[in-house]
T-cell receptor, first 113, second 111 residues
Framework: GAVVSQHPSWVICKSGTSVKIECRSL??????MFWYRQFPKQSLMLMATSNEGSKATYEQGVEKDKFLINHASLTLSTLTVTSAHPEDSSFYIC?????????FGPGTRLLVL | TQLLEQSPQFLSIQEGENLTVYCNSS?????LQWYRQEPGEGPVLLVTVVTGGEVKKLKRLTFQFGDARKDSSLHITAAQPGDTGLYLC???????????FGKGTKLTVNP
């Protein structure tokens, strides 16, 4: 298998602030990582593909200026939710690709007050 | 239009019963993965299938990839309360690393 970590596991912030979430592949290198969002009782929704050393590719309807992604190394991708609002509250999950399989992090619960 | 149709969406059964979850599509996938997710956690990989007709077994779980690589099934024998969770199928197409997810099957196994 492969291990992917996320930090923090949960965060509460005030409306208007920015929040950074880290995703790390602990025992392998990943040129590609993915960021998902999951609403209660629903499946995962892909937000963007994070590419090491280049710009992220965003899915249709996802604001790239709102959700900033940086993939500066082969083991770390970050997602920054800028000027967060209550509607951004959700469960954010990252994954990293290893040999045709995506391995997921444990998720980050974001609550914006 | 959902690319991967997963059914049933909800399933509540008694301990010891058998069940099958289906994942169907009109599209061909180069690989298909099954995950299990518990509340507040990330999905955990159960299996990856890549060959048409492939059957993989993981203890009481049997996974099958259709011959045409358009569908897959997960069969659980003698379900236990510990099998409770959200089961997700996800497929990769062509050379893309992106996964297309089904809507998930929420399984509850009652003792």
């Amino acid at each position: 298998g492969a291990v992917v970590s996320q930090h923090p596991s949960w965060v509460i912030c005030k409306s208007g602030t920015s929040v950074k979430i880290e995703c790390r592949s602990l025992d392998f290198q990943a040129t590609t990582m993915f960021w998902y969002r999951q609403f209660p009782k629903q499946s995962l929704m892909l937000m963007a593909t994070s590419n090491e050393g280049s710009k992220a590719t965003y899915e249709q309807g996802v604001e790239k200026d709102k959700f900033l992604i940086n993939h500066a190394s082969l083991t770390l991708s970050t997602l920054t939710v800028t000027s967060a609002h209550p509607e951004d509250s959700s469960f954010y999950i990252c994954s990293a690709n290893k040999v045709e399989t995506q391995y997921f992090g444990p998720g980050t619960r974001l609550l914006v007050l | 239009t959902q690319l991967l149709e997963q059914s049933p969406q909800f399933l509540s059964i008694q301990e010891g019963e058998n069940l099958t979850v289906y994942c169907n599509s009109s599209s061909v996938f180069s690989s298909l993965q099954w995950y299990r997710q518990e509340p507040g956690e990330g999905p955990v990989l159960l299996v990856t299938v890549v060959t048409g007709g492939e059957v993989k077994k993981l203890k009481r779980l049997t996974f099958q990839f259709g011959d045409a690589r358009k569908d897959s099934s997960l069969h659980i024998t003698a379900a236990q309360p510990g099998d409770t969770g959200l089961y997700l199928c996800a497929g990769a197409q062509g050379g893309s690393e992106k996964l297309v997810f089904g809507k998930g099957t929420k399984l509850t196994v009652n003792p």
